[in-house]
């Protein structure tokens, strides 16, 4: 099974994880349309991406702009939600409450939104592939409170779905370390030695690229009997 003349809707698609999947799908025949609340890394990913790839400028916390958004859009085939704000480490006890509320705005509840809203625009046979991450199933140290709780409920969210939205299939991707712009506000000699000390770790011996993960989304489009499922692509971490 190809992409083919399939639409795949990339929210998060301008950077990382998400800009990997809109390369890969292009790549195999498909149409990706990548959304951002940032117009300029909207145009920056378009110049990366075939001439059928589009973009839309999209604000993932607004839920009316978000409707409006798919309406616009009309039939597609795939929705892949790889969005978040940069990742928020460290002790509950030094992270204010509204803040920890506001990191949810986009990783569960633009989800939630995009599923909400992007749903009845899907074609016969087609999907909703979602991202959480393995700090759920397993925090890597203390300070990972939020990161696991919003893995944790993304998952959640994942399983109901894939009864309420039947027969669209809705799956989720569980990376572990991946290199990725998230971890950008790292200086880049610590955030190299972090690499170099996490990949030791594993049993793979390197942390994750995004390519890696988009052909794990890939999959998930692809395979038709597959749905409520958290595919882990975390070179070893959950077992090392």
Not at 59 to 81: K, Q, S, T
Not at 131 to 155: D, N
């Amino acid at each position: 099974m190809t992409m083919d003349g399939q639409r795949v809707v990339v929210l998060g698609g301008t950077s990382g994880i998400g800009l990997a999947v809109a390369k890969a799908v292009a790549r195999e025949g498909g149409s990706p349309i990548v959304v951002s609340r940032t117009p300029e890394r909207v145009g920056a990913a378009l110049a990366d991406l075939p001439a059928n790839a589009e973009g839309i400028v999209l604000d993932l916390r607004d839920e009316a702009a978000m409707r409006e958004a798919f309406l616009r859009i009309g039939a597609f085939d795939h929705l892949v939600f790889t969005a978040g704000e940069s990742l928020k480490i460290g002790p509950i006890t030094d992270l204010p409450l509204e803040d920890a509320r506001q990191f949810f705005d986009v990783r569960f509840w633009g989800a939630f939104a995009a599923a909400k809203h992007g749903a009845p625009c899907i074609r016969p046979g087609g999907s909703v592939v979602f991202t959480s991450g393995i700090a759920g199933a397993r925090p890597p140290q203390g300070g990972w409170a939020l990161g696991a709780s919003v893995c944790a409920a993304m998952e959640g969210l994942t399983r109901a779905l894939a009864l309420e939205l039947k027969p669209i299939r809705v799956n989720i991707v569980s990376p572990g370390f991946v290199r990725t712009p998230l971890w950008s506000d790292i200086p880049e000699a610590d955030r190299e030695a972090m690499y170099a000390a996490a990949g030791e770790r594993l049993p793979v011996g390197r942390v994750g690229t995004a390519e890696d993960l988009a052909e794990a989304y890939l999959f998930l489009m692809r395979q038709d009997f597959a749905t409520g499922q958290t595919l882990v692509v975390d070179g070893g971490g959950l077992i090392s």
